[in-house]
């Protein structure tokens, strides 16, 4: 089957289709060229019937979430994307007599409204999570963490497709191989489709004053207000601050075009305007070769690029 012939059947299914559709339209750098095709399946079991035809027919595709820690060129990429922007259901059961919530969500939901559900029930355990803005599928895939908070300490299980055998499956949270800003996800042919967190009773009071605290320190702290794709660099090593770092080096509101190397926290390279890919890019590669002469330490670039 060619691509026409595989959105007939898609749209039949139950999927919104967009032709060459703008991806800077889907991220938060709002960078990014266009895609040939961009599917938005309806349902968890459209989704699953759109990476079996896709990947049966060998379209190669790309899977966005919120957009939000993504680095996208901006030139018109070869690839479809698949859009998790319906995946959004969510499933609540109380355990051990309302001590414990149980929540199964689609990976599509919104991590930050996941935080203020379970916390506005009265339970503890995502608080970090209250400002973070990409999706529960995003956050699986990178163990999303602030605030010495991680996805993977709240995670009980996952329901994935696997590619290599066109299998529907579930992978408990050991099998996930959770580290700093890694799971299996990033090195395998599974795709998340949902998810199990569970959740301990908490102190109403004590979890309303976390989440205000660390709203309050990304407001204060991280550029929020402008187009970024969050922290730029992983932590290369525990003792080691990377904003602090570029600070250190003078390089606070440093520009390429217009990728900026935020004035408000230098971990955080913006987007104030109209910057390009290989702005961006320039950017942080000069960032890296900056810190490697001064520190002697190799940045990795946290945002996952695609070009």
């Given at each position: ?13 139950g999927c919104e289709i967009r ?50 820690n993504l680095i996208v060129t ?136 976390k989440i205000e605290e660390f ?93």
């Amino acid at each position: 089957m060619d691509l026409e012939d595989i959105c007939k059947e898609l749209y039949i299914l139950g999927c919104e289709i967009r032709k060459d559709e703008y991806l800077k339209n889907h991220t938060s750098f709002r960078i990014g060229g266009k895609t040939p095709y961009m599917f938005f399946p309806k349902t968890k079991n459209v989704f699953v019937e759109t990476l079996i035809l896709l990947k049966k027919n060998n379209i190669p595709f790309k899977i966005i979430g919120g957009g939000t820690n993504l680095i996208v060129t901006d030139y018109d990429v070869d690839f479809v994307v698949l859009s998790t922007k319906y995946l959004t259901g969510i499933k609540e059961e109380f355990l051990s007599d309302r001590q414990k919530l149980l929540v199964e969500t689609e990976c599509g939901v919104y991590l930050a409204s996941l935080s203020y559900l379970v916390s506005e029930r009265g339970y503890s355990g995502l608080e970090f999570a209250c400002g973070i803005p990409g999706t529960v599928g995003g956050a699986l895939y990178m163990n999303a963490g602030a605030y010495d908070g991680e996805i993977k300490n709240i995670v009980l299980e996952a329901e994935v497709f696997d590619l290599s055998d066109m299998k529907v499956k579930k992978f408990r949270n050991e099998e996930l191989e959770f580290s700093y800003r890694k799971s299996i996800f990033q090195d395998s042919p599974l795709i998340l489709l949902s998810s199990k967190q569970v959740f301990n009773k908490g102190n109403v009071y004590e979890i309303k004053r976390k989440i205000e605290e660390f709203s309050s320190k990304r407001l204060n702290k991280q550029p929020i207000e402008m187009p970024c794709a969050g922290s730029i660099f992983k932590r290369p090593k525990p003792d080691f601050y990377v904003g602090t770092a570029i600070e250190s080096l003078g390089l606070k509101g440093y520009s390429i075009g217009d990728a900026q190397i935020s004035s408000k926290h230098a971990g955080f390279i913006i987007n104030k305007g109209n910057a390009t890919f290989n702005q961006v890019m320039a950017l942080i590669d000069y960032v890296k070769k900056t810190i490697k002469e001064t520190y002697q330490v190799d940045l990795i670039v946290e945002p996952e690029i695609w070009k």
